[in-house]
């Protein structure tokens, strides 16, 4: 009885070690799996500083762009300053129309208006005169045709424009018969082409709308050129370059 107590106790004792979890095993694979990074972390590890140079790399050539950019092209050599001209508001009724170029049309605020630079002969003085209306989109340019705002038209007489390159300039105004930004220029004849700047030295685009013939003789010879610029407001140009030479590019 007593052998077979023994051998009932040995075999308990094999079962219960089977069934028993090796806690020290256990505590170094813990210790193991803790102290060795998992893949995502290491991965992490090295994608984090590689970003914060990336960063660093764009910001360099984003600078080293703006750096290296080209300026807008300065006034030529031959550009020369521009002197706008002593428009003043004339009464229409007064003013014999001759010639007329239209200019543009802008939006009042209920009906669509056309702008128009046109000579004329001051009635009472008999003068050769320059200037600028606006009316009501498809009408005339007459005495009893409304006009827009306050300051029209606008004029100067010929009498006070020179003769040569740039004649005459008025730039757009609030009431005024041009809307601001724009401004139209009277050039001579011989002018091929008209280049304008703002005091930035920006260019400020101009394209000729037409030509006009003086109200008289002036002793201007052929008709003068109108050209209409685009400006920006509270930046009017100041600086002018009549027929600039075109750069060619070298021959091969």
């Known amino acids: ?25 256990a505590w170094a694979e813990q210790r193991r799996r803790q102290q060795r ?26 600078a080293t762009e703006l750096n290296t950019a080209q300026p807008p092209a300065p006034p030529g050599d031959g550009s020369e300053t521009l002197h706008l001209s002593g428009f003043s508001t004339q ?11 239209r200019l543009t049309e802008f939006a009042g605020q209920a009906d669509a208006w056309s702008a128009y630079a046109f000579s004329a002969i001051a009635t009472r003085t008999a003068d050769s ?23 029209s038209p606008q004029c100067i007489s010929a009498r006070e424009l020179p003769v040569r390159g740039v004649r005459a300039a008025y730039v757009g105004e609030a009431g005024g ?14 002018v091929r ?9 920006d260019p400020v ?12 003789e002036t002793g201007v010879p052929g008709r003068d ?7 920006k407001p509270g930046s009017p140009p100041v600086r002018y370059e009549l027929n600039p030479v075109q750069a060619h590019p070298a021959g091969r």
């Open 1 to 25: 009885m007593i052998d077979l107590e023994r051998k009932l106790a040995e075999t308990l004792r094999e079962q219960a070690g089977e069934v028993t979890p090796n806690l020290d095993a």
């Open 225 to 231: 050129r109108v050209f209409l610029a685009d400006v």
């Open 129 to 151: 005169m320059l200037c600028v209306a606006a009316v009501p989109t498809g009408q005339e340019l007459k005495d009893h045709v409304p006009q827009y705002g306050t300051k």
């Open 37 to 62: 990074p998992s893949r995502r972390h290491r991965t992490a590890v090295w994608i984090a500083p590689l970003a914060a140079v990336l960063v660093v790399l764009t910001s360099v050539l984003v």
């Open 177 to 190: 018969p041009l809307p601001p930004g724009k401004a139209v220029f009277l050039v001579t004849s011989e």
């Open 205 to 216: 685009p101009a394209k000729e709308v037409g030509a006009l013939v003086p109200a008289k």
């Open 193 to 201: 082409s008209l280049r304008l700047y703002d005091a930035a030295g």
């Open 91 to 101: 009464d229409m009724s007064l003013l014999r129309v001759t010639d007329s170029v």
